[in-house]
């Protein structure tokens, strides 16, 4: 099974870097770095589908595709 799509990006609003996972609803994680972020959200997703495992709940199969757009 393919993994699923992390989004990594800077919020001026929270003061910090944001890594969020779209095919798992509010499955999201704050750090002071990407690095962070990142480690941060991986915890999160694991979480994410334990939970969803012992509520009997369906895990989503892998599926954003996020748009790269290109500036000449």
Same mark, same amino acid.
């Given at each position: 099974?393919? +993994?699923?799509?992390?989004? @990594?990006?800077?919020? +001026? *609003? +929270? #003061? #910090?870097?944001?890594?969020?996972?779209?095919? $798992?609803? $509010?499955?999201? !994680?704050?750090? #002071?770095?990407?690095?962070?972020? @990142? %480690? *941060?959200?991986?915890?999160?997703?694991?979480?994410? @589908? !334990?939970?969803? %495992?012992? $509520? #009997? %709940?369906?895990?989503?199969?892998?599926?954003? %595709?996020?748009?790269?757009?290109?500036? !000449?």
């Amino acid at each position: 099974m393919a +993994d699923y799509h992390i989004n @990594l990006f800077y919020s +001026d *609003e +929270d #003061g #910090g870097w944001i890594a969020d996972i779209p095919d $798992l609803a $509010l499955c999201s !994680a704050f750090g #002071g770095t990407p690095e962070e972020a @990142l %480690r *941060e959200a991986m915890i999160a997703k694991e979480a994410w @589908l !334990a939970a969803a %495992r012992e $509520l #009997g %709940r369906p895990i989503p199969e892998p599926r954003y %595709r996020p748009a790269i757009y290109q500036t !000449a």
